[in-house]
């Protein structure tokens, strides 16, 4: 049997219950077995600044390594104020360093942006795809992943409530799946 392709799961959320984890944990449960997704944690990194590139952290030499290691990324993220939160941006900036040195490119990206609002993170969704062209991540189009009302979504255990719902984030990373077969050897 082919190897599983190792996904790194980026959750731009810091918070305990957040809703953007417990998608991240239902995507993992819902992949396909040629996927292995694992969260690669953001929350302890210092904020990049580039006066420590001369003596890079441990913390961003571990987290570059583990984006080096993966298959492709697959970014869960919350909206702040119509756009990424600054953590996960922060994220994007320390791997993409030092200059030539980009941990992220050519990696197959997916994005899902999850919500209370019923816009469904869509200005986050898409700021993130902005910085991906640069980042050279070639993101997955179709299909869309904007989920909303966030409150609704999960049980007391974590598992998606509604049916359309769950069926729906089940194409998403079928299609994911074929999506990074598509752009790996
Ligand atoms: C600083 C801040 C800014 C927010 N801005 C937005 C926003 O622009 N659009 C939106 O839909 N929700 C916004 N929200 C609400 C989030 O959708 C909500 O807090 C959500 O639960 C965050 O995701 P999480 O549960 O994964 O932490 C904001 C929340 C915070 C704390």
Redesign the pocket.
């Known amino acids: 049997m082919a190897l599983k392709k190792k996904i790194a799961v980026i959750v731009g959320?810091m918070?305990k219950?957040?809703?953007?984890?417990k998608m991240a944990h239902a995507l993992a449960k819902l992949a396909p077995e040629t996927l292995e997704l694992e969260i690669v944690e953001i929350k302890d990194l210092p904020m990049y600044n580039q006066d420590l590139e001369s003596d890079f952290p441990e913390s961003w030499k571990q987290f570059k390594e583990s984006i080096d290691a993966a298959d492709g990324i697959l970014f869960v993220t919350?909206?702040?104020?119509?756009s990424l939160p600054a953590v996960l941006k922060n994220a994007l900036d320390i791997a993409s360093r030092p200059y030539g040195k980009n941990s992220w490119n050519g990696k197959p990206g997916g994005v899902v942006s999850?919500?209370?609002?019923a816009?469904g993170?869509f200005?986050a969704n898409h700021h993130l795809r902005q910085c991906a062209v640069y980042l050279n991540i070639p993101m997955m189009q179709q299909p869309e992943a904007y989920i909303g009302k966030?409150e609704e979504l999960f049980d007391e255990n974590g598992a998606i409530k509604n049916e359309d719902t769950e069926n729906f984030v089940k194409h998403f990373i079928d299609s994911y799946a074929r999506w990074v077969k598509a752009h790996t050897s």
């Open positions: 959320s918070r219950e957040s809703f953007n984890r919350p909206e702040y104020n119509r999850v919500s209370i609002s816009l993170g200005g966030a």
